[in-house]
């Protein structure tokens, strides 16, 4: 059955013709650079954490996945800043030894329900029919109050700033999450919430940081609205340019789009 993502429906919103090109005509966009070489192994071994627990060879594991990452990158010729890898090498070194600790300060009493847990939930909003609803969670806990917490894990810098928190195309993310996960399990999504979770690569402290993100019924139809009109134009294959976007994207004036 045909799906779409969050991350696709990002791309979507910010340039239809865009999504063309990368999601029905198959040319490579952005394909990747140290910094989600970084991301994915942080991932990964946060997963692995929240699992297993700290056995002593956490660092080896995020090594061993991060250098992974980097040979898929160098087999599509990306061009890398050697100095940056070795200092994100250090960086995982400093910050995933505060990860799990991090989780405990911060929800105190928890169970694991899942890590990378898959949704895959059909669309039946706004008139949608024959399409899911695809992502996957980075990690669900459950407190003792009987309370389901999504979180999402975000490698940066040094954080983010009070825009970037508020944004709706970032928060949208963990809103329709909390959606179609509470669709899967039959949930009341008054008894979800859900967090974005910061490790932050340089910064001097609070390396790693919990934030909520609230999504009401106003909020959460919003969010549904940009879903159903993205699947519906798509289906409709009307793939529009946004001329706004064109500075910054990897098409503007080749072959691809003149």
């Known amino acids: 059955m045909p799906h779409i993502s969050f991350s696709e429906l990002k ?3 910010q340039c239809p013709f865009y999504h063309k090109l ?10 990747g650079n140290e910094h989600t070489a970084f991301g994915r192994a942080v991932h990964e071994s946060c997963d692995r954490l929240l699992v297993h627990g700290d056995d002593g060879n956490m660092y080896d594991f995020f ?3 991060f250098e992974k990452e980097i040979e898929m990158l160098l087999m599509k010729d990306v061009e890398l800043n050697q100095k940056m890898v070795n200092e994100m090498e250090e960086q995982g070194r400093t910050l995933l030894p505060l990860v799990l600790p991090g989780v405990k300060d911060y929800l105190e009493d928890f169970t694991v329900v899942s890590t990378e847990e ?36 975000k ?3 040094w954080g983010w700033d009070r825009r970037r928190r508020a944004e709706p195309m970032t928060t949208y993310q963990l809103t329709l999450y909390k959606h179609y996960f509470a669709k899967k399990h039959k949930l009341d999504p008054k008894n979800i919430e859900t967090h974005f ?3 932050k690569r340089t910064a001097k402290k609070n390396n790693v940081e919990f934030f909520r993100v609230t999504s009401g019924p106003k909020k959460t139809q919003n969010a549904l609205n940009l879903l159903t009109k993205a699947v519906y134009n798509i289906f409709n294959k009307r793939h529009f340019k946004n001329r706004l976007a064109c500075q910054r994207c990897e098409f503007y004036r080749t072959k691809h789009c003149p």
Not at 22 to 31: A, E, L, M
Not at 122 to 133: A, L, Q, R, S, W
Request: hydrophobic share 40%.
């Open 197 to 199: 979770a910061l490790l």
């Open 11 to 13: 791309n979507w919103k």
């Open 118 to 153: 898959q949704l895959m939930v059909p669309i039946d909003e706004g008139g949608v029919e024959g399409y899911n609803f695809k992502g996957f969670v980075d990690l669900v806990v459950k407190t003792s109050d009987g309370k389901y917490h999504i979180i999402d894990w």
């Open 155 to 157: 490698t940066c810098s």
């Open 63 to 65: 090594i061993n996945q």
């Open 22 to 31: 990368t999601y029905i005509d198959k040319i490579d966009g952005f394909v």
